[in-house]
């Protein structure tokens, strides 16, 4: 090494003492002679004996022109290969001779001896790595790889000769490690010898070794250092114009054409290796775009640039191959699976591709301003929004970096520095947060004003004598304000952004003056935009303090600008017209009054602004109005105040403009009077303050700072508090008043109202309740929690109100998946059995709200901390999940773990656990019950779960415990101590003898024989009058049963109706006595009873008993009618928000039947104490024994449904469905229940599915077709609607919402939008329509149906249950609606391009309400109908034209005479014949080119984005039919294939399975057309296969599923022609 080392510094120091013999000359550098020299001849063989490979017959592979100093070229290749040989590092040895070459002087003539010394050394390596892999040794002297990379260490330099000769060496061991690598001719004495003429590489497909001499990466790199080099020296020459220029031109002319030479190497042009590539064009296209900053520079010569547009022109048209159509797929919050937020188009893949397509192909993708708009139209969570902008920074920022990476700038390339100094990255985070927010609310304020001066008259004046019941003379209101809702709704979420510091006042101000008066516009020409809704949403952000005394405060202070514009955003005509409106039209005049003590100089303002005439006529009505209602406060009038009616709500709103807090102080004092007014809930220890019951319509028109106002003074005064509800009294500090111990009923009624009025501006309040909840469930946790009586109110009251009203608050809350953790330690621990059975019930109705596989993600995420106390989440970094199984099972109750069991089988139903990847639906099904508890589930229920569900249980093999027998109970009533104390006629029962029985029942294994004992020991005694005996029993039942925790009652209720169905026939005597355990000993609870008989572990279809008792326990139980008939004469209402009687009502239903927790129902009249002595009790505001059986009546509902006894199903429906009154969320119930059960016989009778929509919808509450609404009211036929007519109806409704188009015009019949079950627009549309489309399904499967009853036997295997579900997708395809709706969406009717929407939000919709429909209705069939588009449409059974292979050599040889009209076409992109088929979708639409193939691409794209795996396989599995067909016969219907998977790569890529069975289906649908295909070889290709090549590449390049799959593909490959055989083994073989 060290002799090496000072030869090479003897030859470096020889070529600068010789600078008189500058000739150049040799192999390498005589392109650059400019005299002649003389030569000597030598046979170039040495060093060339590897190269077997090349043509014997080309006379420049065999004899080469060097100087005349052979003795130093040999003398550096042997000290090299020996330096290497005795142990010298190769890779450092040959960097030692790189450096030593490059630092030769580029005019003398020793530097060509140094390239020739270079190539000999790299041909000796090839040949010594070549036969180490053919003896199967890894070389530890590292890969050739890294030495071939040491070559570009010459290129540093930008020597021109240096430069050009290392280009030279690096082409020449190119092609030699070419000719080694896939073998060639040439003869071999021996085995080894033979075996290299063969080739090395990929020498057996089924065995990819990935050794490649000279893999992909290095390739790479090295193409990307000689361009980059390239593109520098471009970058300066060309600025230069002198006539050295022209030289240096020339001189650059030669290295490009050198380069072009090395290129071609790569790519398999150059002779003798056509057809034996190293990288792909692909790949090649990729290292060689250098990014738009300096392709659209100028500054690239005509060549270089011709260059770098073929290779954008490719990317383009594979792009268009890679994304949809159109992506302008709407992010519907709830509906879209998460994976949709990650939107195709900001995938960092996919972004070196999509920069290439033109902006008319990629306005219709996503941009967070879309996602943000869509979020807030549809009243998204606030954390959602800002969970959308951060995950779309997110991916954005890993787009950006990955076009960064193939991005490259010239060294001499100056870019303008456009960014000033950099800020603070959070900072900057802020600020564009904002400017998004900004944008978005702009366009929804803009877009809600127009939409209200589209519904109003503000031409026509308003006649005063003609005043409508809504005015008088000092209120004008019009006669129908509906539209306002839209405003507060809007207020409501500006009022949060600007609140919180999310965004500023004064950009608010700015943006809405320029919706009145654009920049670009004259002044005066806004006139027609004034409205003085713009001035009313600005008043409401006055009542924000730091507003109010910050910018408007200077403004007045100042210049008055704001003060100005808002005098000219004044709409003077609006007050005067037809609709005019005062909370709206004197806004102007509010705010003056607002802040009047901050104007400067009250009588000079008119003088300043001029425009204040036209206003100021109007401000006696406000002062005459603020003085109305100070009169009626004065005078203890409640008229303003209640707001019941509309003109007395308006002006009570309308003061609350002009004064702050005013009138939120007043609702305050008229909710907690000052007067002593003090009354009872239930009893002495509830009691609490009467004050006033504000109505709904005044608290959703005050303005949204008196809203925020008034909840903070009720949370802070009567909720908040550690002890209790606090009261001001004569000024003095907050404290508890003696006497008064809970929360009156109206502000508890109040609470909620707010909460759905002003969902944003009040969410952190309901933020604080939550983590105030979870830290008592986590004091829970340790088992001996002491909380003192104010706590155990405020629990009880939360719970109370969080499951009975606020349920459909929280059913789209963002956080609502992780609430179960909020009261899992509760479930366990409480010990307050009144506290315990709301809890109970509020854990039931919380799950089953969860409709996502968040819900599954939550269960196994013990890390969870609670919901962030914070406005602002999106500055917080959400950890990823780490999926752990909880050590503690989730509920101790069996009713909780059975009924959440349902509920995962339901998420996993409707939506998959493909968005959840690591999920393991074992650990979820494993962590909901303790194993003490296994679960068996009936054949009639597993018949309805998905196969995975199905799968767990079965594994479980668990059994069911049989029941106790009869003659056991009764041998333990007449052995067991203390047992006689249970029989009422029993006499001499002394003290000991009870507690030997309570001690006997403190063992927890003994407990669930307790019911058992007493339902013996009380058979024949009558319930009638109980006597003495009866009393002493009761007595001494209760004080065993308070031992037993309340969690295990509803399995202690299972084990005693298990025990009576068990004993025999359930005579009469039995039934009553069940009854008196239900409704009179109050033992055991009415719905732990429905739970028993309904909870799924029995087949219902043949169990009589088990259903004639469950008709029994619903329907004929004495103790429940009763109660269902008083229910039905209070008549409690659907829009329980807007009943001012409801209170009333629930008082009057507890009053005649009372709530007994303790098991004290018998004893309440007995004077003598009990023992133990009662619990607290606690106030009862909202629930019954009704309201807790409705959250048990849903499950059992399935069970009955499942029991196929229609008679049953239609009596409890009938009777029962008054209860769904009060039900949260009946539609969203009603959907699932048809999701769910769509195929069970029972549903598709007429009358049972007409009275399952009557028992659980509120027709009143819902917008259903007229079709329908006649089914449902027997007006109509059992029959779906036949016809076009009314699907396009549907398909055009949907389209109007998911548009963001506000219904016009508006049902005044439907509640108030915020108070609706679900407040998203396009979501609530797409459950109607669901309902609507399931219900018509059943009703055309009716005869179908009838078909299976009478078949035998039932499904009860899992080869029974696969078989059914085929048998319904049979069915499914048939559906006729279902193909009305594919024939309208491929060909839209005139009600669709009649409603002003984007051209493909038809077919988004139809992909959206696909994939919220079972799959096998809708999604399936339409991803199937791929075969019919494929084999049927003309324009893809062509064949694209023949394209010839491109070549760099002959591109710089035409370049050079100025003729490259063949290449520059192509850098455009050529059309051929099936170019519409991928264009852009909305383009085609607008320039006359729609056609079919196209639409179906648009419409499968948005069915696959929105759908999950089962989609997937779905489609997969249409490919592999298309494969096993062979019907296939052009590249026009693969390359349509690739298109329908490429925008979903990045998400098959998580499902190997799949994801290898579809490429390999691709290569095979290829191999089967190419002998069909002409012009296929070493030369020609045709348009369509070479990108179908491209798409293999970018699938290798950005979506490797790895060697091993590649392996599995490797036979596919092998079946192709040779040409394209050997381009796909350059990019597998890696």
């Not at 001029?610 to 009038?637: C, H, N, T, W």
């Not at 707001?643 to 003061?655: N, W």
């Not at 005693?1056 to 609870?1085: K, N, Q, T, W, Y």
């Not at 959907?1231 to 509120?1258: G, K």
Request: charged letters at 20%; glycine letters at 6%; proline letters at 5%.
């Amino acid at each position: 090494m060290e002799q090496l080392a000072q030869y090479l510094v003897g030859v470096i120091e020889s070529s600068y003492q010789d600078l008189a013999h500058m000739v150049p000359c040799g192999s390498f550098l005589g392109l650059f002679d400019e005299r002649p020299t003389k030569r000597t001849r030598v046979d170039g063989s040495i060093g060339l004996d590897v190269a077997g490979g090349w043509s014997q017959g080309s006379s420049s592979s065999r004899l080469f022109e060097f100087d005349d100093s052979e003795t130093t070229c040999r003398s550096i290749r042997e000290l090299t290969l020996n330096a290497i040989k005795n142990g010298s590092p190769a890779v450092d040895t040959l960097r030692l001779v790189v450096d030593a070459v490059r630092n030769i002087h580029d005019g003398s003539a020793v530097l060509d001896i140094g390239f020739r010394a270079l190539f000999e050394i790299y041909s000796s390596r090839l040949e010594y790595h070549c036969a180490n892999r053919f003896q199967g040794q890894a070389s530890a002297m590292g890969t050739f790889g890294e030495e071939y990379l040491i070559l570009t260490v010459l290129f540093e330099l930008h020597r021109p000769r240096t430069w050009v000769a290392a280009v030279r060496v690096m082409s020449l061991v190119t092609r030699s490690a070419i000719g080694i690598m896939y073998g060639g001719g040439g003869k071999s004495d021996n085995e080894s010898d033979s075996t290299l003429l063969r080739g090395t590489h990929a020498a057996s497909l089924s065995e990819i070794s990935g050794m490649n001499l000279l893999p992909e990466s290095v390739c790479r790199e090295a193409i990307r250092q000689v361009w980059r080099l390239l593109l520098d020296s471009a970058a300066t020459e060309a600025q230069m114009s002198s006539v050295l220029a022209s030289a240096r031109r020339t001189r650059w002319q030669i290295r490009f054409e050198a380069t072009m030479e090395l290129f071609d190497s790569f790519v398999g042009r150059s002779e003798p290796c056509v057809g034996r590539p190293l990288v792909s064009y692909y790949v090649l296209a990729r290292e060689l775009d250098p990014g738009a900053a300096v392709a659209e520079s100028g500054m690239l010569g005509a060549s270089m640039q011709t260059i770098v547009d073929l290779c954008f022109g490719r990317k383009r048209r594979l792009g268009r191959i890679l994304l949809p159509p159109d992506g302008s797929w709407p992010l519907i919050s709830h509906a879209s699976r998460a994976h949709t937020v990650k939107h195709v188009y900001d995938q960092a893949a996919y972004a070196v591709v999509r920069d290439s397509l033109t902006f008319e192909e990629t306005e219709r993708g996503p941009s967070a301003n879309k996602y943000v708009a869509d979020l807030l139209y549809q009243r998204a969570p606030t954390d959602e929004i800002f969970a959308a902008i951060r995950n779309h920074r997110i991916t954005k920022k890993k787009a950006i970096a990955a076009v960064a990476s193939d991005t490259y700038v010239p060294n001499s390339y100056n870019m303008n520095d456009q960014g000033g100094e950099m800020r603070d990255s959070a900072e900057m985070e802020k600020h564009e947060v904002a400017a998004l927010l900004l944008d978005a609310m702009a366009q929804r304020i803009e877009h809600v004003v127009r939409y209200i001066q589209r519904q109003c008259d503000f031409e026509t004046l308003l006649n005063e004598r003609r005043l409508n019941d809504n005015s008088d003379t000092s209120m004008v209101v019009p006669r129908r304000f509906k539209y306002w809702e839209y405003m507060n709704e809007v207020a409501d979420q500006l009022y949060y952004f600007v609140l919180f510091d999310a965004v500023p006042f004064k950009a608010v101000h700015d943006r809405l003056y320029s919706l009145v008066f654009p920049k670009d516009s004259d002044i005066h020409g806004g006139a027609a935009r004034r409205d003085n809704a713009y001035i009313w949403l600005l008043l409401q952000l006055y009542h924000i303090e730091k507003v109010s005394s910050g910018p408007v405060r200077e403004d007045l202070a100042g210049d008055e600008d704001m003060l100005d514009q808002l005098l000219q955003m004044y709409n003077e005509q609006q007050i005067v017209s037809r609709d005019a409106f005062y909370l709206r039209d004197l806004a102007l005049q509010a705010a003056m009054s607002h802040q009047q003590a901050n104007i400067r100089d009250n009588q000079g303002v008119k003088f300043r602004h001029p425009r204040m005439a036209v206003a100021m006529p109007f401000a006696p009505i406000v002062y005459r109005l603020q003085s109305e209602f100070g009169r009626q406060f004065k005078d203890e009038r409640s008229e303003l105040l209640q707001g019941r009616d509309v003109c007395s709500a308006m002006k009570t709103a309308t003061v609350s403009m002009l004064r702050q807090y005013v009138v939120p102080n007043a609702l305050y004092t008229f909710l907690v009077p000052a007067r002593e007014d003090i009354k009872q809930l239930q009893g002495k220890e509830t009691t609490y303050l009467e004050g006033g019951n504000v109505a709904t319509m005044l608290l959703d028109h005050i303005n949204v700072g008196g809203k925020h106002r008034l909840l903070q003074l009720v949370y802070k005064m009567m909720l908040a508090h550690e002890l209790g509800p606090q009261f001001q009294i004569d000024g003095r500090q907050p404290s508890v008043r003696p006497g008064i111990t809970c929360v009156s009923p109206h502000i508890v009624d109040t609470v909620y109202r707010l909460l759905y009025n002003a969902p944003y501006s009040n969410e952190l309040m309901m933020k604080e309740v939550l983590e105030k909840l979870r830290r008592c469930d986590k004091v829970m946790a340790t088992g001996n929690a002491r909380f003192s009586a104010a706590t155990l109110r405020w629990l009880h009251t939360v719970y109370q109100l969080m499951n009975c009203r606020l349920l459909r608050f929280f059913k789209y809350y963002a956080h609502a998946a992780h609430l179960v953790h909020h009261l899992r330690h509760s479930l366990v621990h409480v010990s307050h059995r009144q506290l315990y059975g709301s809890l109970e019930c509020f854990a039931l109705c919380l799950v089953n709200l969860q409709h996502d596989v968040e819900f599954l993600q939550a269960l196994l995420d013990p890390a969870y901390h609670g919901v962030p106390l914070t406005p602002h989440p999106s500055a917080l970094l959400r950890p990823q999940i780490r999926y752990s199984k909880p050590k503690d099972a989730w509920f101790e109750c069996a009713m909780l773990a059975r009924n959440a069991v349902s509920v995962i089988s339901r998420i996993v139903h409707m939506r998959g656990l493909g968005d959840a990847p690591g999920l393991s639906l074992e650990d979820c099904l494993d962590s909901l019950a303790p194993e003490r508890m296994p679960m068996v589930w009936a054949p009639s229920v597993l018949r309805y779960w998905p196969p995975r569900v199905r799968a767990y249980y079965a594994s479980k093999r668990a059994t069911r415990v049989a029941p106790v027998a009869a003659a056991a109970v009764r041998q333990l009533l007449a052995s067991a101590p203390g047992h006689a104390a249970l029989r009422p006629s029993a006499t001499d029962i002394s003290p000991e003898i009870e507690s030997a029985l309570v001690a006997f029942y403190a063992e927890r294994p003994r407990q669930p024989l307790f019911l058992l004992a007493v339902w013996e020991a009380l058979r024949g005694h009558g319930m009638e009058a109980p006597d003495a005996g009866l009393l002493r029993v009761a007595a001494l039942v209760r004080r065993v049963l308070l031992q037993f925790p309340p969690s295990q009652m509803s399995s202690h209720a299972t084990t005693l109706v298990d025990f009576v169905l068990g004993a025999g026939s359930v005579d009469a005597e039995a039934r009553a006595l069940l009854d008196a355990f239900m409704f009179r000993l109050h033992l055991v609870r009415h719905e732990h009873v429905v739970f028993a008989l309904t909870r799924g572990e029995h087949d219902l279809r043949g169990d009589g008993a088990r259903l004639a008792l469950a008709r029994y326990v619903l329907l004929e139980s004495p103790g429940f009618t009763e109660r269902l008939s008083e229910w039905h004469r209070l008549d409690f209402q659907g829009r329980y928000w807007a009943d001012y009687k409801q209170w009333e009502k629930q008082s009057a239903y507890l009053a005649r039947f009372p709530e007994f927790f303790e098991y004290d129902g018998l004893l309440r009249n007995v004077e003598a104490p009990l023992d133990p002595p009662p619990a607290m009790s606690l106030p009862i505001y909202y629930e019954n024994g009704m309201v807790r059986l409705l959250p048990v009546l849903e499950f059992a509902l399935g069970r009955l449904i499942e029991a196929e006894d229609r008679v049953l199903l239609r009596d409890v429906l009938d009777r029962m469905g008054i209860l769904y009154r009060l039900h949260q969320v009946p539609l969203t119930t009603l959907m699932n229940t048809l999701f769910v059960y769509f195929d069970a016989p029972p549903l598709h009778d007429a009358a049972v599915i007409r009275s399952l929509n009557l028992s659980l919808l509120d027709m009143t509450q819902q917008d259903f077709s007229p079709e329908f609404c006649a089914f449902v009211k027997g007006q109509g036929p059992d029959a779906p609607p036949e016809g076009p007519g009314y699907v396009a109806r549907m398909m055009a409704r949907i389209s109007r919402a998911v548009a963001r188009h506000l219904p016009d015009p508006l049902n005044d019949a439907l509640p108030e939008i915020h108070y609706r079950e679900i407040p998203n627009p396009i979501l609530l549309v797409l459950t109607e329509c669901v309902v609507e489309l399931l219900t018509w399904w059943c009703l055309h499967s009716a005869p179908a149906s009838s078909a299976r009853l009478a078949a035998s036997p039932r499904p009860a295997s899992e080869q029974a249950f696969r078989a059914e579900e085929r048998s319904r997708a049979v069915r499914a395809s048939e559906w006729p609606m279902a193909h009305t709706w594919f024939a309208l969406a491929m060909d839209p009717p005139a009600e669709i391009h009649d409603l002003q929407v984007p051209g493909a939000t038809h077919i988004h919709s139809t992909g959206v309400l696909a994939n919220v429909m079972p799959d096998e209705l809708m999604a399936f069939p339409f991803v199937r109908h791929l075969r019919e588009i494929v084999l049927e449409e003309p324009v893809l059974q062509t064949v694209s034209g023949p394209k010839r292979y491109f070549s760099f050599v002959a591109f710089a040889r035409e370049a050079s005479s100025a003729s490259t009209d063949r290449f520059t076409r192509h850098a455009a992109g050529t059309k051929f014949a099936a170019t519409a088929v991928f264009n852009s979708f909305e383009q085609n639409r607008i320039h006359g080119n729609a056609n079919r193939p196209n639409t179906y691409l648009t419409l499968l794209h948005s069915i696959l984005h929105y759908g999950g795996v089962a989609t997937f396989a779905a489609l997969a599995d249409t490919i592999r039919g298309l494969v096993a067909s062979g019907a296939l016969c052009s590249d026009i219907q693969l390359l349509y294939l690739c298109a329908t998977v490429g925008p979903v790569l990045y998400r098959l890529v998580e499902h190997e399975a799949l994801y290898v069975q579809v490429l390999a289906d691709l290569i095979a649908v290829m191999a089967q057309i190419c002998p069909r295909i002409p012009h296929l070889d070493a030369e020609y290709s045709t348009d369509a296969i070479e990108q179908v090549m491209d798409f293999f590449c970018f699938v290798k390049d950005q979506f490797d599923p790895g060697r091993p799959a590649w392996r599995r593909i490797a036979p596919h490959i092998a079946a192709l022609p040779a040409s394209l055989r050997y381009q796909l083994q350059c990019i597998v073989d890696q």
